[in-house]
């Protein structure tokens, strides 16, 4: 199973991006889909996540009111729409999934290649 993001750019603070992945191979179901960011000496932080047992998506609560995270209705392709960018935003958006690959098997986590988001003053 392979995740391919796209989107990521260049903007000035108060753009916006969208970024998109889609998830190839034989797998029978994503379980969990979302967005992960990491800048420049920091660690990886969660930005949006769709959960297969949760009601609503979660988004980190510094994105609150300006990302927000969809998904196609085939649940193969997911999306992260970013408004009002900060300089703060920028950083290298990684794709995640959990895919359960077969039947019967446990679900197992799979990340895309980054894309990268950078946002200026």
């Known amino acids: 199973v392979q995740l391919q993001a796209s989107g990521g750019g260049s903007v000035q603070a108060g753009g916006s991006l969208r970024l998109s992945c889609a998830a190839s191979?034989?797998?029978?179901?994503?379980?969990?889909m979302g967005w992960y960011r990491q800048a420049p000496g920091n660690q990886r932080e969660l930005v949006a996540i769709?959960?297969?047992?949760?009601?609503?998506?979660k988004v980190a609560d510094s994105m609150q009111g300006r990302f927000a995270i969809s998904r196609d209705s085939d649940q193969s392709t997911w999306y992260l729409q970013m408004n009002n960018l900060r300089p703060e935003d920028t950083g290298v958006y990684y794709c995640?999934?959990?895919?359960?690959?077969?039947?019967?098997?446990?679900?197992?986590?799979?990340w895309g290649q980054g894309t990268q988001v950078t946002v200026s003053s």
């Open positions: 191979g034989n797998f029978v179901r994503i379980m969990d």
């Open positions: 769709i959960l297969s047992d949760a009601v609503a998506p």
């Open positions: 995640y999934a959990k895919i359960r690959r077969h039947w019967g098997r446990d679900p197992r986590e799979s």
